[in-house]
Protein backbone atom coordinates (compact mmCIF):
# COMPACT_ATOMS: atom_id res chain seq x y z
CA UNK A 1 0.00 0.00 0.00
CA UNK A 2 1.37 3.44 -0.97
CA UNK A 3 2.76 5.63 2.22
CA UNK A 4 2.41 9.28 2.49
CA UNK A 5 5.04 10.27 5.20
CA UNK A 6 5.66 13.27 5.27
CA UNK A 7 3.96 14.31 2.01
CA UNK A 8 2.06 17.66 2.40
CA UNK A 9 -0.82 19.25 0.44
CA UNK A 10 -0.16 22.85 -1.13
CA UNK A 11 -2.75 25.68 -1.85
CA UNK A 12 -1.08 28.30 -4.35
CA UNK A 13 -3.36 31.30 -4.88
CA UNK A 14 -3.08 32.35 -8.82
CA UNK A 15 -3.74 35.75 -9.08
CA UNK A 16 -3.22 36.13 -12.39
CA UNK A 17 -2.25 34.90 -16.26
CA UNK A 18 1.46 35.53 -15.20
CA UNK A 19 1.38 33.64 -12.35
CA UNK A 20 -0.63 30.76 -14.08
CA UNK A 21 2.23 30.42 -16.79
CA UNK A 22 5.31 30.72 -14.34
CA UNK A 23 2.59 27.65 -12.06
CA UNK A 24 2.82 25.54 -15.33
CA UNK A 25 6.82 24.96 -15.14
CA UNK A 26 5.82 22.77 -12.11
CA UNK A 27 2.80 20.99 -13.62
CA UNK A 28 5.31 20.39 -16.51
CA UNK A 29 7.91 19.18 -14.14
CA UNK A 30 7.72 15.61 -13.91
CA UNK A 31 10.88 14.30 -11.78
CA UNK A 32 8.92 16.00 -9.24
CA UNK A 33 6.05 13.68 -8.77
CA UNK A 34 3.22 16.42 -8.02
CA UNK A 35 -0.07 14.84 -7.38
CA UNK A 36 -2.40 17.76 -9.01
CA UNK A 37 -5.75 17.58 -6.28
CA UNK A 38 -7.33 20.90 -7.87
CA UNK A 39 -5.33 21.77 -11.59
CA UNK A 40 -4.48 25.25 -12.57
CA UNK A 41 -7.32 26.91 -14.36
CA UNK A 42 -8.00 30.19 -16.00
CA UNK A 43 -10.18 31.43 -13.34
CA UNK A 44 -8.12 32.70 -10.35
CA UNK A 45 -8.88 29.26 -8.48
CA UNK A 46 -6.70 28.21 -6.30
CA UNK A 47 -4.50 24.72 -6.88
CA UNK A 48 -4.04 22.42 -4.58
CA UNK A 49 -1.05 20.09 -4.95
CA UNK A 50 0.19 17.14 -3.05
CA UNK A 51 4.04 17.55 -2.74
CA UNK A 52 6.15 14.25 -1.85
CA UNK A 53 8.10 14.86 1.20
CA UNK A 54 11.65 14.37 -1.07
CA UNK A 55 10.04 17.13 -3.29
CA UNK A 56 9.31 19.92 -0.63
CA UNK A 57 12.13 21.89 -1.04
CA UNK A 58 12.55 21.86 -4.77
CA UNK A 59 8.64 23.04 -4.39
CA UNK A 60 9.10 25.62 -2.07
CA UNK A 61 12.60 27.23 -3.33
CA UNK A 62 10.43 27.07 -7.09
CA UNK A 63 7.43 28.95 -5.40
CA UNK A 64 9.80 31.20 -2.93
CA UNK A 65 11.82 32.36 -6.31
CA UNK A 66 8.74 32.84 -8.70
CA UNK A 67 7.32 34.79 -5.60
CA UNK A 68 4.20 32.38 -6.01
CA UNK A 69 2.12 32.37 -2.49
CA UNK A 70 0.76 29.61 -1.06
CA UNK A 71 -0.26 27.85 2.34
CA UNK A 72 0.16 24.27 3.45
CA UNK A 73 -3.33 22.72 4.10
CA UNK A 74 -2.35 19.40 5.22
CA UNK A 75 0.53 19.27 6.53
CA UNK A 76 1.39 15.47 6.78
CA UNK A 77 -0.98 13.61 4.52
CA UNK A 78 0.17 9.68 6.01
CA UNK A 79 -1.17 10.91 9.74
CA UNK A 80 -4.30 11.69 7.97
CA UNK A 81 -4.58 8.60 6.15
CA UNK A 82 -3.72 6.89 9.49
CA UNK A 83 -6.46 7.93 11.50
CA UNK A 84 -8.95 7.03 8.49
CA UNK A 85 -7.92 3.29 8.53
CA UNK A 86 -7.60 2.82 12.36
CA UNK A 87 -11.52 4.22 11.90
CA UNK A 88 -12.36 1.86 8.76
CA UNK A 89 -10.81 -1.42 10.42
CA UNK A 90 -12.96 -0.29 14.19
CA UNK A 91 -16.30 0.32 11.94
CA UNK A 92 -15.58 -3.01 10.38
CA UNK A 93 -15.02 -4.74 13.90
CA UNK A 94 -18.04 -2.97 15.28
CA UNK A 95 -20.34 -4.26 11.80
CA UNK A 96 -18.99 -8.07 12.55
CA UNK B 1 -30.41 -0.34 8.83
CA UNK B 2 -31.38 -4.26 9.31
CA UNK B 3 -27.32 -5.60 8.87
CA UNK B 4 -26.61 -2.43 11.04
CA UNK B 5 -24.22 -0.71 8.54
CA UNK B 6 -23.08 2.51 9.74
CA UNK B 7 -23.70 5.45 7.45
CA UNK B 8 -21.78 7.83 9.46
CA UNK B 9 -18.27 5.84 7.63
CA UNK B 10 -16.22 4.79 4.77
CA UNK B 11 -17.10 1.21 3.86
CA UNK B 12 -15.65 -1.33 1.29
CA UNK B 13 -16.84 -2.18 -1.42
CA UNK B 14 -18.32 -5.17 -0.36
CA UNK B 15 -20.09 -3.71 2.47
CA UNK B 16 -21.82 -1.26 0.05
CA UNK B 17 -22.54 -3.70 -2.29
CA UNK B 18 -24.00 -5.63 1.05
CA UNK B 19 -26.14 -2.70 2.10
CA UNK B 20 -27.48 -2.17 -1.30
CA UNK B 21 -28.59 -5.90 -1.69
CA UNK B 22 -30.13 -4.74 2.23
CA UNK B 23 -31.73 -2.24 1.38
CA UNK B 24 -33.62 -3.75 -1.92
CA UNK B 25 -34.16 -6.48 0.51
CA UNK B 26 -35.78 -4.56 3.14
CA UNK B 27 -38.07 -2.53 0.69
CA UNK B 28 -39.36 -5.15 -2.17
CA UNK B 29 -42.28 -3.16 -3.32
CA UNK B 30 -40.28 0.31 -4.06
CA UNK B 31 -36.31 -0.63 -5.12
CA UNK B 32 -34.92 -3.46 -6.64
CA UNK B 33 -30.69 -3.59 -7.12
CA UNK B 34 -29.88 -4.12 -10.76
CA UNK B 35 -26.80 -5.00 -12.18
CA UNK B 36 -25.79 -2.46 -15.30
CA UNK B 37 -22.56 -4.14 -16.28
CA UNK B 38 -18.99 -5.09 -15.19
CA UNK B 39 -15.50 -2.99 -14.45
CA UNK B 40 -12.35 -3.66 -16.39
CA UNK B 41 -11.45 -5.94 -13.40
CA UNK B 42 -14.95 -7.71 -14.07
CA UNK B 43 -16.74 -6.48 -10.65
CA UNK B 44 -20.25 -5.61 -10.83
CA UNK B 45 -21.50 -2.34 -11.52
CA UNK B 46 -24.63 -2.23 -9.60
CA UNK B 47 -27.49 0.53 -9.53
CA UNK B 48 -30.68 0.71 -7.23
CA UNK B 49 -33.76 1.37 -9.05
CA UNK B 50 -36.08 3.36 -7.07
CA UNK B 51 -39.72 2.90 -9.10
CA UNK B 52 -43.98 2.78 -7.89
CA UNK B 53 -44.86 1.45 -11.44
CA UNK B 54 -43.10 -1.47 -11.73
CA UNK B 55 -42.50 -2.48 -15.70
CA UNK B 56 -43.37 0.44 -17.28
CA UNK B 57 -40.59 3.17 -18.52
CA UNK B 58 -40.80 6.29 -16.83
CA UNK B 59 -39.14 9.55 -17.45
CA UNK B 60 -36.06 9.01 -14.85
CA UNK B 61 -33.38 10.90 -12.77
CA UNK B 62 -29.85 9.14 -12.84
CA UNK B 63 -27.86 10.19 -9.74
CA UNK B 64 -24.00 8.86 -10.09
CA UNK B 65 -21.06 8.78 -7.46
CA UNK B 66 -17.81 7.47 -7.07
CA UNK B 67 -16.47 7.80 -10.62
CA UNK B 68 -13.05 9.23 -9.17
CA UNK B 69 -12.12 6.83 -7.05
CA UNK B 70 -10.50 8.71 -4.51
CA UNK B 71 -13.62 11.52 -3.67
CA UNK B 72 -14.91 9.17 -0.89
CA UNK B 73 -17.39 11.19 0.30
CA UNK B 74 -19.44 10.93 -3.15
CA UNK B 75 -19.70 7.18 -2.98
CA UNK B 76 -20.95 7.66 1.06
CA UNK B 77 -23.35 10.37 0.37
CA UNK B 78 -24.72 8.23 -2.59
CA UNK B 79 -25.75 4.85 -0.43
CA UNK B 80 -26.64 7.03 2.79
CA UNK B 81 -29.06 9.02 0.16
CA UNK B 82 -30.49 5.61 -1.20
CA UNK B 83 -31.63 4.50 2.57
CA UNK B 84 -33.13 8.04 2.39
CA UNK B 85 -35.44 7.62 -0.02
CA UNK B 86 -36.80 4.13 1.03
CA UNK B 87 -37.27 5.82 4.85
CA UNK B 88 -38.71 8.83 3.79
CA UNK B 89 -40.36 7.56 0.46
CA UNK B 90 -44.89 8.16 1.88
CA UNK B 91 -43.44 10.40 4.71
CA UNK B 92 -41.86 13.35 3.09
CA UNK B 93 -44.59 14.46 0.28
CA UNK B 94 -41.83 15.86 -2.16
CA UNK B 95 -40.12 12.63 -2.25
CA UNK B 96 -43.14 10.22 -2.67
CA UNK B 97 -44.86 13.13 -5.34
CA UNK B 98 -41.40 12.54 -7.20
CA UNK B 99 -41.68 8.23 -7.34
CA UNK B 100 -45.28 9.41 -8.18
CA UNK B 101 -44.64 10.32 -11.26
CA UNK B 102 -40.62 9.63 -11.95
CA UNK B 103 -37.78 6.41 -11.04
CA UNK B 104 -35.17 7.33 -9.70
CA UNK B 105 -31.69 4.80 -10.26
CA UNK B 106 -28.49 5.59 -8.13
CA UNK B 107 -25.29 4.41 -8.97
CA UNK B 108 -23.38 4.79 -5.53
CA UNK B 109 -19.81 2.88 -7.25
CA UNK B 110 -19.31 4.07 -10.72
CA UNK B 111 -15.97 3.33 -10.96
CA UNK B 112 -15.26 -0.04 -8.68
CA UNK B 113 -11.63 -0.86 -9.31
CA UNK B 114 -10.34 2.38 -8.54
CA UNK B 115 -12.38 2.07 -5.08
CA UNK B 116 -10.99 -1.06 -4.24
CA UNK B 117 -7.66 0.11 -5.57
CA UNK B 118 -8.25 3.63 -2.89
CA UNK B 119 -8.41 0.70 0.05
CA UNK B 120 -5.88 -1.60 -0.69
CA UNK B 121 -3.14 0.09 -2.74
CA UNK B 122 -3.09 3.72 -3.13
CA UNK B 123 -5.83 6.35 -1.17
CA UNK B 124 -5.31 9.07 -3.95
CA UNK B 125 -6.05 6.61 -6.92
CA UNK B 126 -8.48 8.71 -9.80
CA UNK B 127 -9.15 6.50 -12.76
CA UNK B 128 -9.74 3.28 -13.61
CA UNK B 129 -7.73 0.38 -13.49
CA UNK B 130 -7.64 -0.25 -16.72
CA UNK B 131 -4.22 -1.19 -18.95
CA UNK B 132 -2.90 1.00 -21.29
CA UNK B 133 -1.15 -1.25 -24.10
CA UNK B 134 2.74 0.47 -24.95
CA UNK B 135 2.53 2.31 -21.44
CA UNK B 136 3.56 1.38 -17.29
CA UNK B 137 0.57 3.81 -16.60
CA UNK B 138 -2.76 2.29 -15.95
CA UNK B 139 -5.93 3.81 -16.09
CA UNK B 140 -8.11 6.42 -17.84
CA UNK B 141 -9.75 9.35 -16.27
CA UNK B 142 -13.70 8.36 -16.75
CA UNK B 143 -14.84 11.64 -16.19
CA UNK B 144 -12.62 12.23 -19.54
CA UNK B 145 -13.97 9.45 -21.39
CA UNK B 146 -17.48 10.22 -22.57
CA UNK B 147 -18.91 11.27 -26.27
CA UNK B 148 -18.70 14.78 -25.71
CA UNK B 149 -16.17 16.58 -27.59
CA UNK B 150 -14.02 13.58 -26.63
CA UNK B 151 -9.79 14.26 -26.71
CA UNK B 152 -11.06 17.96 -26.99
CA UNK B 153 -9.93 20.95 -24.44
CA UNK B 154 -9.37 19.91 -20.38
CA UNK B 155 -8.24 15.97 -21.17
CA UNK B 156 -4.85 14.71 -21.95
CA UNK B 157 -3.50 11.79 -24.19
CA UNK B 158 -0.78 10.27 -22.29
CA UNK B 159 -1.97 7.55 -20.02
CA UNK B 160 0.10 8.66 -16.99
CA UNK B 161 -1.63 11.66 -16.99
CA UNK B 162 -4.83 12.27 -13.92
CA UNK B 163 -6.92 13.62 -16.80
CA UNK B 164 -6.09 10.99 -19.69
CA UNK B 165 -9.55 10.67 -21.91
CA UNK B 166 -8.31 6.73 -22.61
CA UNK B 167 -7.76 5.49 -26.22
CA UNK B 168 -11.00 6.64 -27.84
CA UNK B 169 -14.77 7.28 -26.00
CA UNK B 170 -16.52 4.45 -24.20
CA UNK B 171 -12.50 2.87 -24.02
CA UNK B 172 -13.74 2.38 -20.17
CA UNK B 173 -15.85 -0.39 -19.65
CA UNK B 174 -17.40 1.36 -16.80
CA UNK B 175 -18.71 4.49 -18.43
CA UNK B 176 -19.94 2.19 -21.42
CA UNK B 177 -21.94 0.67 -18.95
CA UNK B 178 -23.92 3.37 -18.06
CA UNK B 179 -24.39 4.69 -21.57
CA UNK B 180 -25.59 1.58 -23.12
CA UNK B 181 -27.73 1.43 -20.13
CA UNK B 182 -29.49 4.67 -20.34
CA UNK B 183 -29.59 4.80 -23.99
CA UNK B 184 -31.87 1.28 -24.02
CA UNK B 185 -33.92 3.18 -22.01
CA UNK B 186 -34.39 6.13 -23.55
CA UNK B 187 -36.40 8.18 -20.80
CA UNK B 188 -33.72 9.92 -18.63
CA UNK B 189 -34.71 13.76 -18.33
CA UNK B 190 -31.89 14.25 -15.38
CA UNK B 191 -28.19 13.15 -14.24
CA UNK B 192 -26.97 14.44 -11.27
CA UNK B 193 -22.71 13.30 -10.51
CA UNK B 194 -21.44 13.65 -7.14
CA UNK B 195 -17.93 14.33 -7.30
CA UNK B 196 -15.81 16.19 -4.61
CA UNK B 197 -14.43 18.34 -3.57
CA UNK B 198 -14.66 22.38 -3.83
CA UNK B 199 -18.43 22.89 -3.09
CA UNK B 200 -19.64 23.57 -6.57
CA UNK B 201 -23.15 23.10 -8.22
CA UNK B 202 -22.34 23.32 -12.29
CA UNK B 203 -24.01 22.31 -15.34
CA UNK B 204 -22.50 22.03 -18.94
CA UNK B 205 -20.49 22.98 -20.45
CA UNK B 206 -17.30 21.83 -19.49
CA UNK B 207 -15.95 21.33 -23.50
CA UNK B 208 -16.87 24.71 -24.40
CA UNK B 209 -17.12 28.17 -22.93
CA UNK B 210 -20.32 28.00 -25.46
CA UNK B 211 -23.53 28.69 -23.28
CA UNK B 212 -25.67 25.88 -23.51
CA UNK B 213 -29.36 26.42 -24.73
CA UNK B 214 -31.12 25.94 -21.68
CA UNK B 215 -28.47 27.43 -19.36
CA UNK B 216 -30.60 30.50 -17.91
CA UNK B 217 -32.68 27.48 -16.49
CA UNK B 218 -30.14 25.76 -15.62
CA UNK B 219 -28.69 28.30 -13.34
CA UNK B 220 -32.18 29.21 -11.85
CA UNK B 221 -32.52 26.14 -10.61
CA UNK B 222 -28.85 25.33 -9.17
CA UNK B 223 -28.83 28.36 -7.06
CA UNK B 224 -32.03 27.27 -5.89
CA UNK B 225 -30.62 24.06 -5.13
CA UNK B 226 -27.64 25.53 -3.55
CA UNK B 227 -29.56 27.96 -1.39
CA UNK B 228 -31.78 24.79 0.09
CA UNK B 229 -28.11 22.79 0.93
CA UNK B 230 -26.91 26.19 3.04
CA UNK B 231 -30.13 26.22 4.90
CA UNK B 232 -29.21 23.17 6.58
CA UNK B 233 -25.53 24.11 7.76
CA UNK B 234 -24.77 27.28 6.19
CA UNK B 235 -22.38 25.28 3.69
CA UNK B 236 -21.69 27.87 0.45
CA UNK B 237 -21.60 26.48 -3.07
CA UNK B 238 -20.77 28.33 -5.91
CA UNK B 239 -22.82 27.99 -9.22
CA UNK B 240 -21.98 27.80 -12.79
CA UNK B 241 -21.25 26.12 -15.98
CA UNK B 242 -18.45 23.69 -15.81
CA UNK B 243 -16.03 25.58 -18.16
CA UNK B 244 -15.87 28.65 -16.31
CA UNK B 245 -16.66 27.43 -12.98
CA UNK B 246 -13.40 25.72 -12.27
CA UNK B 247 -11.95 24.90 -15.64
CA UNK B 248 -12.61 23.32 -19.27
CA UNK B 249 -13.01 19.70 -19.26
CA UNK B 250 -13.65 17.59 -22.57
CA UNK B 251 -15.85 14.33 -22.44
CA UNK B 252 -17.71 14.55 -19.17
CA UNK B 253 -20.74 12.48 -18.24
CA UNK B 254 -23.01 15.59 -17.38
CA UNK B 255 -21.61 16.88 -21.11
CA UNK B 256 -22.33 13.73 -22.55
CA UNK B 257 -25.82 13.49 -20.82
CA UNK B 258 -26.72 17.17 -21.78
CA UNK B 259 -25.93 16.83 -25.44
CA UNK B 260 -28.20 13.02 -25.50
CA UNK B 261 -31.35 14.96 -24.37
CA UNK B 262 -31.18 15.11 -20.84
CA UNK B 263 -31.70 18.40 -20.04
CA UNK B 264 -31.21 18.44 -16.58
CA UNK B 265 -27.58 17.68 -15.85
CA UNK B 266 -25.82 18.62 -13.09
CA UNK B 267 -22.04 17.96 -11.03
CA UNK B 268 -21.74 18.40 -7.52
CA UNK B 269 -18.31 18.98 -6.15
CA UNK B 270 -19.44 18.04 -2.53
CA UNK B 271 -17.23 19.24 0.84
CA UNK B 272 -15.50 20.75 1.71
CA UNK B 273 -12.73 24.03 0.34
CA UNK B 274 -9.66 22.39 0.83
CA UNK B 275 -9.16 21.54 4.22
CA UNK B 276 -9.05 17.93 4.09
CA UNK B 277 -9.97 17.41 0.03
CA UNK B 278 -10.48 14.31 -0.58
CA UNK B 279 -9.70 12.81 3.23
CA UNK B 280 -12.92 14.64 4.30
CA UNK B 281 -12.88 12.51 7.75
CA UNK B 282 -16.09 9.97 8.25
CA UNK B 283 -17.64 12.41 10.67
CA UNK B 284 -18.59 14.85 8.33
CA UNK B 285 -20.53 12.23 6.29
CA UNK B 286 -23.81 12.50 7.94
CA UNK B 287 -23.93 16.24 7.42
CA UNK B 288 -22.63 16.54 4.02
CA UNK B 289 -25.28 13.75 2.80
CA UNK B 290 -27.96 15.70 4.76
CA UNK B 291 -27.68 18.94 3.07
CA UNK B 292 -26.79 17.83 -0.19
CA UNK B 293 -30.07 16.14 0.00
CA UNK B 294 -31.85 18.97 -0.07
CA UNK B 295 -30.03 20.03 -2.72
CA UNK B 296 -30.92 16.81 -5.04
CA UNK B 297 -34.79 17.17 -3.98
CA UNK B 298 -34.83 20.83 -5.22
CA UNK B 299 -33.83 19.77 -8.82
CA UNK B 300 -36.04 16.89 -8.37
CA UNK B 301 -39.09 18.44 -7.84
CA UNK B 302 -38.10 21.29 -10.46
CA UNK B 303 -37.87 17.87 -13.34
CA UNK B 304 -40.96 16.44 -11.83
CA UNK B 305 -42.55 19.65 -12.22
CA UNK B 306 -41.40 20.23 -15.79
CA UNK B 307 -40.89 17.05 -17.97
CA UNK B 308 -40.47 17.54 -21.22
Known sequence: REKFFGDQVFRINVRNGDESSKLSQLVNSDNLKLNFWKSPSTFSRPVDVLVPSVSLQSVRSFLKSQGLEYSVTIEDLQALLDNEDEEMQHNEGQER | SSNNFNYGAYHSLEAIYREMDSIARDFPALVSRVKIGHSFENRPMYVLKFSTAEGRRRPAIWLNAGIHSREWISQATAIWTARK????????????????????????????DGYVYTQTQNRLWRKTRSLNPGSACVGADPNRNWNASFAGEGASDNPCSEIYHGP????????????????????????????????????????????APDADELDEVARRAAKALASLSGTTYQVGPTCTTVYPASGSSVDWAYDNGIKYAFTFELRDTGHYGFLLPANQIIPTAEETWLGLKTIMEHVRDNLY
Open chain 2, 168 to 211: HANSEVEVKSVVDFIQGHRNFKCFIDLHSYSQLLMYPYGYTIKK
Open chain 2, 85 to 112: IVSDYGKDPALTSILEKMDIFLLPVANP
